[in-house]
């Protein structure tokens, strides 16, 4: 089972700076197969990236993901209020796994 | 828009067999290249993948559940379902469905989850 490492574990920052997360897999992982999601508190995760680099329909262009093989990245290049939340990077080889989450919390 | 909605026991009881359904409007689950799929989330964060099926019946499981899970599908009711055995204080956790792009195995639409706990 391929393992993805999120870091860091928690980001604090305030808006409109910008957030770099990252995503580490044990293994390579094929960019067709690796998704972002973003989670706030009592909702489903929501699709932000798809195939590494995508955005899903109606993500705002600040949202957008780089990398390859083993090393995936979300950039958020200004954040607003609402980007507030918990990220997930998600991968699709033999199995599917997710990784650990990355909390983008208010400095 | 599609919606996915969860349905089932809030409370099971350890060995029994946790029940789920999920109901698909604002489209087919016979349309287009998606899968269907299970998901659940621990208290505290972490999200596990439990298993995927399609409208004809196909299903792929998460190999750590695949002893004690079953997916069926049923197309004239536009839902699937999810049948877990054995379970334990473990499996107590939020339960989502979602739709699965089939390309990329990417979750578009999720379900609003369903909290499950495992109890005497």
């Known amino acids: 089972e391929i393992v993805l490492t999120q870091s860091p574990g928690t980001l604090s920052l305030s808006p409109g700076e910008r957030g770099t997360l990252s995503c580490r897999a044990s293994?390579?992982?094929?960019?067709?197969?690796l998704a972002w999601y973003q989670q706030k508190p009592g909702q489903a995760p929501r699709l932000l990236i798809f195939?590494?680099?995508s955005r899903a329909t109606g993500i705002p262009d600040r949202f957008s993901g780089s990398g390859s093989g083993t090393d995936f990245t979300l950039t958020i290049s200004r954040l607003e209020p609402e980007d507030f939340a918990v990220y997930y990077c998600?991968?699709?080889?033999?199995?599917?796994?997710f990784g650990g989450g990355t909390k983008v919390e208010i400095k | 828009q599609v919606q996915l909605q969860e349905s089932g026991p809030g409370l099971v009881k350890p060995s029994q067999t946790l029940s789920l359904t999920c109901t698909v409007s604002?489209?087919?689950?016979?349309?287009?290249?998606?899968?269907w799929s299970w998901i659940r989330q621990y208290p505290g964060k972490g999200l596990e993948w439990i298993g995927n099926?399609?409208?004809?019946?196909?299903?792929h499981y998460n190999p750590s559940l695949k002893s004690r899970v079953t997916m069926l599908v049923d197309t004239s009711k536009n839902r699937f379902s999810l049948n877990l055995n054995s379970v334990t204080a473990a499996d107590t956790a939020v339960y989502y469905c979602?739709?699965?792009?089939?390309?990329?195995?990417?979750?578009?639409?999720w379900g609003q989850g369903t909290l499950v706990t495992v109890s005497s």
């Open positions: 998600q991968q699709y080889g033999t199995s599917l796994t």
């Open positions: 979602a739709r699965v792009r089939a390309t990329e195995v990417a979750f578009d639409y």
């Open positions: 604002g489209g087919s689950i016979r349309g287009g290249a998606y899968y």
């Open positions: 099926i399609n409208y004809s019946g196909i299903t």
């Open positions: 195939g590494a680099s």
């Open positions: 293994e390579i992982v094929r960019s067709t197969y």
